[in-house]
T-cell receptor, first 111, second 115 residues
Framework: RKEVEQDPGPFNVPEGATVAFNCTYSNSASQSFFWYRQDCRKEPKLLMSVYSSGNEDGRFTAQLNRASQYISLLIRDSKLSDSATYLCVVNPRGSARQLTFGSGTQLTVLP | NAGVMQNPRHLVRRRGQEARLRCSPMKGHSHVYWYRQLPEEGLKFMVYLQKENIIDESGMPKERFSAEFPKEGPSILRIQQVVRGDSAAYFC?????????????FGSGTRLTVV
């Protein structure tokens, strides 16, 4: 079983749609969680951290369920510029040395 | 304040040659991390270094790969006798401490193509 698993997609949605991505992780001792965004042939960029209480940043909402070892990202009112690959990232030890990346979920927002 | 700088952006090597990838961390950062992304795959941790020390190299292939972060100058990831399977994007990140609770910022990467 992979340490971090994501549905690879692709997700093709119209502008203005709401889309949700899910991610599961295998290490119950994991301490920090993130969503990164990666545009084609570019470096991953931190989108947001994920907290146990859930957190929101504009149109983006992240949720964490430690009991189920499950992380989600919700994007409301999708924009064309949201088209990218979304990476679920887990920090299993609380140190920066080994962030574990999922393989990513590809999103295309259509006009 | 420049971010993490990597060079070259693109590197083409013939099989058997050596590849040297450079990473200059953000100003004030003394911790450097190298990750590799194979085509159609996620990023995989390779090595974590502090100035003049390798802290964790558990993700490095056992042969042909080495990394250093000297007291002066950039961190270097060195691949000897490259093979086609080494073709990938290599990303570097840096941080001011070893704490990972805030994620970290990547450089633009070096795309290595072995022909």
């Amino acid at each position: 079983r992979k340490e971090v698993e994501q549905d690879p997609g692709p997700f093709n949605v119209p502008e203005g749609a709401t889309v949700a991505f899910n991610c599961t992780y295998s290490n119950s001792a994991s301490q920090s969680f993130f969503w990164y965004r990666q545009d084609c042939r570019k470096e991953p960029k931190l989108l947001m951290s994920v907290y146990s209480s859930g957190n929101e940043d504009g149109r983006f909402t992240a949720q964490l369920n430690r009991a189920s070892q499950y992380i989600s990202l919700l994007i409301r009112d999708s924009k064309l510029s949201d088209s990218a690959t979304y990476l679920c990232v887990v920090n299993p030890r609380g140190s920066a040395r080994q962030l574990t990346f999922g393989s990513g979920t590809q999103l295309t927002v259509l006009p | 304040n420049a971010g993490v700088m990597q060079n070259p952006r693109h590197l083409v090597r013939r099989r058997g040659q050596e590849a040297r990838l450079r990473c200059s961390p953000m100003k004030g950062h003394s911790h450097v991390y190298w990750y590799r992304q194979l085509p159609e795959e996620g990023l995989k941790f390779m090595v974590y270094l502090q100035k003049e020390n390798i802290i964790d190299e558990s993700g490095m292939p056992k042969e042909r790969f080495s990394a250093e972060f000297p007291k002066e100058g950039p961190s270097i990831l060195r691949i000897q006798q490259v093979v086609r399977g080494d073709s990938a994007a290599y990303f570097c990140a840096s941080s001011s401490s070893g704490e990972g609770n805030y994620g970290y910022t990547f450089g633009s990467g070096t795309r290595l193509t072995v022909v």
